[in-house]
């Protein structure tokens, strides 16, 4: 059996050829020693366990996913209605941390503000859409879209798990939800 040397050719260009882009002068194959990997190939068993080991952790759990998504809808359901003033502010109260709860207020009296010009009627918010990103860290990341009229806008935000306070209420038989929302941005 012979064996032959693998090369390894340079990555395709994937700047932009502007003025900051230099040459490299790495256009020459480089060899590279075989290694056990390599070896291994001819050995289907051993290539399908290197296989094995190299495949990523399977993803979330899925029921993590879907209470942390469940969440997010809720919760964003809620901060647009509080900014419409369709909800009171103290509905915010389960769902996000008192920063986000400020920001969302300022946010309400601001579009309020800007309703009560004469010949202003600003349609209402409506959620469209949510994605959810687990994090490794126990929190989550979310981010999505609303509507205000024919305008669609973003949003992102990040939730935890919520701090044990006075400011806390827990709900009736279940107690403290199992997520806040401790950063948002809307668009």
Known sequence: METSRVVVRPAPRFEHPGRWAVECGCTAPVPVEETAADRRADDPVAATRAVAD?????????????????????????????????????????????????????????????????????????????????????AAEFFGSYTCGDRVRAFAGRMGVPPRGPRRRGRAGGGVPAWQVQGLMLG
């Open 54 to 138: 190299r495949t990523p952790a399977p993803g979330p759990p899925a029921a993590q996913l879907a209470s942390a998504r469940a969440f997010a809808v809720a919760a964003m359901t809620v901060v647009l209605e509080v900014i419409d003033r369709r909800r009171p502010v103290g509905a915010l109260d389960p769902f996000v941390a008192a920063p986000v709860a400020d920001h969302v207020i300022a946010r309400g009296k601001a579009r309020h503000e800007s309703r009560a010009l004469p010949g202003s009627s600003a349609p209402g918010l409506r959620l469209r859409r949510v994605h959810i990103q687990l994090g490794v860290d126990g």
